[in-house]
């Protein structure tokens, strides 16, 4: 059984985690297939959403605990070593221009929370929970959660769930804002496919220069943000997605940004 199994659903690309049986756990196989596969369908320009999910009941248990017992893998420079290799494709899914939506099926725990949150939106079954688990194991957090999980839901908030392992329901997660929204199992990759289509049917460079805007005022300055702002607005401008735009509204009428 392949450990990640990607799905295309035209622009859009599903990747599904697919260990079931260990609850989706990053363990090193399935590490070992995100690593080309991440930068894979980043570069394809006909993939222009991403859904991450998981196989079964959980979205992913995170790190492979049993793997950790060996004295050797727990070495200073062998963890950064492997940290190094993970922030290779966590990084780009958190910089990249694509929209990538998170469908938390089932449990979302310590890396596969963190992995949650590289996403841009978050769409959970109302069977979905969300809990760190670092601390519980002595471990730090990892794959960005503690740059990524305080500006989800604030420092406090995030302080309790990554110090006190605080459960959150997906009903909760959603008031705090952990999620976009709450579905029924069933309808989840409808929810979360419905989303991604629509995005992958929008303007192309808009919505990447909206990212790009967005990740950029947490690092900015006033100043540096504005000009930033400036030169997204001139390549906004310029695109024929923009022109488009601007047609479809005059004669009112949807924009067709795509030919697919």
């Known amino acids: 059984m392949d450990a990640v199994v990607i799905e295309r659903h035209m622009a859009v690309a599903v990747l599904r985690l697919n260990r079931p049986e260990t609850m989706n756990a990053l363990q090193a196989d399935v590490k070992a297939v995100l690593e080309p596969t991440i930068p894979a369908l980043v570069a394809d320009d006909s993939v222009r959403a991403i859904v991450i ?3 079964g009941r959980a979205f992913s248990a995170g790190g492979d605990v049993r793997s950790m017992q060996d004295p050797e893998g727990r070495r200073g420079p062998v963890v950064r070593t492997r940290m190094q ?3 290779s494709w966590s990084r780009l899914l958190l910089d990249c221009d694509k929209p990538v939506i998170a469908a938390v099926n089932g449990a979302a725990v310590g890396g596969g929370l963190a992995l949650a949150l590289l996403a841009d939106l978050v769409v959970a079954s109302s069977e979905a929970y969300f809990m760190s688990g670092f601390t519980r194991l002595g471990a730090a957090p990892d794959l960005g959660i503690a740059l990524t999980l305080p500006h989800a839901i604030g420092m406090l ?14 009903e909760e997660a959603v008031a705090i804002g952990l999620a976009n929204r709450v579905v029924a199992p069933e309808r989840l990759m409808d929810e979360a496919l419905s989303m991604a289509q629509e995005l992958a049917a929008g303007p192309t460079p808009s919505i990447s220069l909206t990212k790009m805007l967005m990740k950029r005022a947490y690092e900015d300055g006033v100043e540096q943000f504005f000009e930033r702002e400036q030169m997204a607005q001139a390549v906004a401008f310029s695109s024929k997605e923009f022109a488009e735009g601007v047609e479809a509204f005059v004669a009112k009428r949807r924009a067709r940004f795509h030919e697919d």
């Not at 908030?157 to 997906?170: C, D, F, G, I, S």
Request: net charge positive.
């Open 53 to 55: 999910t998981g196989s």
């Open 85 to 87: 290799r993970n922030h």
């Open 157 to 170: 908030r995030a302080k309790e769930m990554l110090l006190l392992n605080k459960r959150v329901a997906a």
